[in-house]
């Protein structure tokens, strides 16, 4: 458990052509994952996701990165501090 941090992906999808291309990135990762809810908000046509991991920085840093880097998708992390 040495170097792992709890943290929380926020995500927002404006682009719904990118859905499938997260889909797989974070299943790359599901070893990390601890839970995810996803809460499609239809009167904007847009899709907020928030993923709780528990996971080395560097895990969670580069699927930031790699989530960030799609197509109409925002993604933040928010660390605790234990």
Do not use: F
């Not at 990762?29 to 996701?49: A, D, K, L, V």
């Not at 928030?50 to 928010?78: E, N, Q, R, Y």
Request: with cysteine.
């Amino acid at each position: 458990m040495e170097g792992r941090r709890v943290a929380i992906l926020g995500i927002i999808v404006e682009d719904s052509q990118s859905v499938d291309s997260l889909n797989a990135i974070l299943h790359e990762c599901n070893e990390w994952i601890i839970g995810r809810m996803g809460i499609p908000y239809r009167e904007r046509g847009i899709s907020i996701i928030s993923i709780v991991m528990d996971a080395p920085g560097d895990v969670i840093s580069g699927l930031s990165g790699k989530i960030g880097m799609l197509h109409g998708v925002s993604c933040k992390a928010t660390y605790s501090k234990i």
